[in-house]
């Protein structure tokens, strides 16, 4: 079966600090893998997703995210977080048909 | 973005009823979801479908039933409502030609008192 461990529940950064959120996955194939944020209140948008290629993948606002096969990660990266990136950011994990995701990490941005 | 709606937005029911929340898209997509969020859980998996009439279950599919009569709507049932359904329920869909991201609808809070 397929899953999504997301270690860290919450995440403090100072802003201008760089950022790294971790995700690990069990899938049996070559798996879609996607990194979703979502602001207090609001629904989800998509940061970022890897298919196939290159394994290290560009996403909306500055974020990055690293493929790594051999260590069944998809670790979210930002170099300089801003004040207005503290959200819960859920890695997820797909095949074909069905999309699974993690139990989420919320960021806290502190001046 | 995608057109996917969900209803209602809000809903405040008693133990024991039957509720039935509604997703409709615009996209002609395959794949519709069903998610439910609570904290500390993420979101989970309830029920999908990828046609019309083919459905099946996710992680945490007890006490739900879903159907697909058409392919813009996919409803999700609660037979008899309990406390511990009481959540944010997510509709998604797919792009079904490219297999990509999902799109979701803006949520349904439901309470069940």
């Known amino acids: 079966a397929q899953s999504v461990t997301q270690p860290d529940i919450h995440i403090t950064v100072s802003e201008g600090a760089s950022l790294e959120l971790r995700c690990n996955y069990s899938?049996?194939?070559?798996?879609?893998l996607f990194w979703y944020v979502q602001s207090p209140g609001q629904g989800l948008q998509l940061l970022l997703k890897y298919f196939s290629g290159d394994t290290l993948v560009q996403g909306i606002k500055g974020f990055e995210a690293e493929f790594k096969r051999s260590q069944s990660s998809f670790n979210l990266r930002k170099p300089s977080v801003h004040w207005s990136d503290a959200a819960e950011y859920f890695c997820a994990v797909g095949g074909y048909q069905k999309v699974t995701f993690g139990t989420g990490t919320k960021l806290q941005v502190i001046p | 973005d995608a057109g996917i709606t969900q209803s209602p937005r809000h809903k405040v029911t008693e133990t024991g009823t039957p509720v039935t929340l509604r997703c409709h898209q615009t996209?002609?997509?395959?794949?519709m979801y069903w998610y439910r969020q609570d904290p500390g859980h993420g979101l989970r998996l309830i029920h999908y479908s990828y046609g019309v009439k083919d459905t099946d279950k996710g992680e945490v599919s007890d006490g739900y039933s879903v159907s697909r009569s058409k392919t813009e709507d996919f409803l999700l049932t609660l037979e008899s409502a309990t406390s511990s359904q009481t959540s944010v329920y997510f509709c998604?869909?797919?792009?079904?030609?490219?297999?990509?991201?999902?799109?979701f609808g803006s949520g349904t809070q439901l309470s069940v008192l």
């Open positions: 899938y049996g194939a070559t798996p879609y």
């Open positions: 996209e002609n997509h395959r794949y």
């Open positions: 998604a869909i797919r792009d079904s030609a490219t297999n990509e991201k999902l799109f």
